[in-house]
């Protein structure tokens, strides 16, 4: 687990909390839980004075370790951020000084992370079991209630991702017993819930599939222009980048992205992102292929 020293005002620890921000939302989910619950028990431990708030994700160079292409999921405990997401104004600063450290504080983040970390390292099959079982029963649970398929869809694949990661756990043994029991579980969500209908086809010419070049996101004030203002311009988040594994195309990553960001993102957007990623090296982004045309025949 990522954590930045706690460091500042006692006051505003109290008042504000510690956040555990999610992990990057295409990586495997259950890492957030599981920072959730080790960071609560120490709390209750070591009463430091100030309450565990969960939080969405949040782009900092430490978190984007996150990234799918190395399975490092990475929740990050942090009480830097004062209300409406802004950063307290000494943070990196000459007024970042270690007398406003909090060492009730840091012993809570030593112990939660320390926590966090020795149980996915000592974690075996059993272990892998509880966590798949608690995240399908959660995941169930949850599009059972959903009305929109797209949502439900979503779902899907973060549970997908989830029990495709927790198979890392396995330990020899039981490996067959285990991964059938995993399967059931994705069977058990895949049933459940709305289902997509089919593709709509005023999304055919958004049919490319993005694929990644590089295992990192541009630095946009370093990045040639006009590309870098065409990234911003589509508002859409640099990690949107990681949704690019030459499986999903432009229109199932604009869905996806708009399901984490909770508004509609057109394919549109989407393709003007990638086609700058493109441009500065950081994505390849084949063509539409064409469909044979069929020789014309005449009747008799």
């Known amino acids: 687990m990522t954590s930045r020293s706690i460091s500042t005002l006692q006051r505003f620890l109290r008042s504000e909390g510690s956040v555990l921000a999610d992990t990057i939302p295409m990586s495997a989910a259950f890492v957030d839980r599981i920072g959730a619950t080790t960071t609560r028990s120490a709390i209750r431990r070591l009463r430091p004075g100030y309450r565990l708030v969960s939080g969405p994700f949040v782009s900092t160079s430490d978190t984007l370790a996150g990234d799918p292409q190395y399975g490092f999921p990475c929740p990050w405990i942090t009480n830097h951020y004062r209300r409406g997401g802004k950063a307290w104004a000494g943070y990196h600063s000459s007024a970042d000084v270690p007398r406003l450290l909090s060492p009730a504080g840091l012993a809570t983040v ?95 010419s958004y049919s490319r599939l993005p694929r990644r070049t590089r295992p990192i996101t541009p630095t946009l004030e370093n990045s040639r222009e006009p590309m870098a203002t065409q ?33 509609e993102v057109s394919p549109e957007t989407v393709s003007r992102f990638f086609e700058a ?10 063509p539409v292929a064409r469909s044979p045309r069929r020789p014309n025949r005449r009747p008799g």
């Not at 029990?163 to 890392?168: A, F």
């Not at 059938?180 to 709509?200: F, I, T």
């Not at 990690?239 to 960001?261: C, H, M, N, P, Y």
């Not at 990623?277 to 084949?286: A, I, N």
């Open 277 to 286: 990623h493109e441009s500065l090296g950081y994505v390849d982004l084949p």
């Open 110 to 204: 030593t112990l939660s992370s320390a926590s966090y970390l020795v149980y996915l390292a000592n974690a075996g099959n059993r272990e892998l079991l509880e966590v798949a079982e608690s995240e399908t029963h959660r995941v169930i649970q949850q599009i059972r209630r959903l009305r929109k398929a797209d949502r439900a869809e979503y779902e899907r694949l973060q549970h997908h991702v989830t029990i495709d990661r927790l198979k890392r756990w396995m330990r020899d043994g039981s490996r067959a017993e285990v991964l059938s029991l995993l399967n059931g579980m994705e069977s058990a969500v895949g049933r459940s819930g709305p289902r997509p209908g089919p593709a709509s086809r005023r999304y055919a």
């Open 231 to 263: 990234i911003r311009e589509t508002g859409l988040p640099g990690w949107t980048l990681f949704w690019a594994d030459g499986s999903r195309s432009i229109a199932a990553i604009a869905k996806l992205v708009s399901q984490e960001l909770e508004r």
